[in-house]
């Protein structure tokens, strides 16, 4: 927890990085869709397509939370990734596929995306200008 903001903005700054996530996830869920009703693609791809879709969402919602907060790039990567992965397990609980391997590496991938977003969230610079 950082030191110059309390709790609740830090859990605030979670929620809202984490609907980011989601918010991410959901438009590249539509985009995949998209293509696929328009290139014709068989429901093998789904799997893959919606894995994509959620790692995408969880590296960007990771990156742009480290980006903000500038410390311990990999924790905060693995919290905020948490926030979609956290549904994927429970929904693979709820469907009885929770011990799949596949099921299983999804989650770890989610989550290893999510550290690496917080990894590059905390070495990109920021560039801020200034008029001269």
Same mark, same amino acid.
């Given at each position: &927890?950082?030191?110059?903001?309390?709790?609740?903005?830090?859990? /605030?700054?979670f929620?809202?990085?984490?609907?980011?996530?989601?918010? %991410?996830?959901?438009?590249?869920?539509?985009?995949?869709?998209?293509? &696929?009703?328009?290139?014709?693609?068989?429901?093998? $791809?789904? *799997?893959?397509?919606?894995?994509?879709?959620?790692? &995408?969402?969880?590296?960007?919602?990771?990156?742009?939370?480290?980006?903000?907060?500038?410390?311990?790039?990999?924790?905060?990567?693995?919290?905020?990734?948490?926030? /979609?992965? %956290?549904p994927?397990?429970?929904?693979?609980a709820?469907?009885?596929?929770?011990?799949e *391997?596949? $099921? %299983?590496?999804?989650?770890? $991938? %989610?989550?290893?995306?999510?550290?690496?977003?917080?990894?590059?969230? $905390?070495?990109?610079?920021?560039?801020?200008?200034?008029l001269?």
């Amino acid at each position: &927890m950082s030191e110059s903001r309390g709790f609740p903005a830090e859990l /605030l700054s979670f929620l809202l990085f984490g609907v980011l996530g989601v918010a %991410v996830t959901a438009a590249a869920l539509a985009c995949f869709a998209q293509l &696929m009703a328009g290139q014709g693609c068989s429901g093998g $791809v789904v *799997p893959i397509l919606a894995t994509t879709a959620v790692c &995408m969402g969880s590296l960007l919602c990771a990156l742009a939370a480290t980006f903000r907060k500038k410390a311990h790039g990999l924790l905060t990567g693995l919290l905020q990734s948490t926030f /979609l992965a %956290v549904p994927l397990a429970l929904s693979a609980a709820w469907n009885g596929t929770a011990a799949e *391997p596949a $099921v %299983v590496c999804r989650i770890l $991938v %989610v989550l290893l995306c999510g550290c690496i977003g917080g990894l590059l969230g $905390v070495t990109l610079r920021s560039h801020r200008h200034t008029l001269r």
